[in-house]
């Protein structure tokens, strides 16, 4: 210990501060060269996602056009149906308006409520 001078306390703390700093910029340097490689991968996924997400409304929409569709003709064609199928084809048809549909299901839906047969 007697033989370590203030010189080489200076030159051992100026070696850690520039290992940290080094440290310090090579992490910036990662965390932005893997954000650039990243963007487009990101993108893709975006895009599949929406690609997804579309198909998947088309198809419940259809689903739910269908399902209208035999109530509203099954109504039509003097069945009774129960409070809870009623209320169930309401929410149907909201999800029906929601997901965009506005067919011909809508102009028997309105005669429908309009007769008062819902």
Known sequence: MENISLGQITAFIT???AVIGAI???IAF???FVAKILKPINQKIEQFEKIATKGRN?????????????FINDMESGLTKSDIQKKNAYELYD????L???SYIHDCWEKL???GKI
Do not use: D, P
């Open 15 to 17: 070696f850690i501060v």
């Open 24 to 26: 310090t910029s090579l």
């Open 30 to 32: 990662s965390k932005t």
């Open 58 to 70: 088309n198809i419940e929409l259809e689903l739910i056009k269908i399902i209208l569709a035999n």
């Open 95 to 98: 999800r029906y308006q929601t």
């Open 100 to 102: 965009g549909g506005n």
């Open 113 to 115: 409520i309009k007769e």
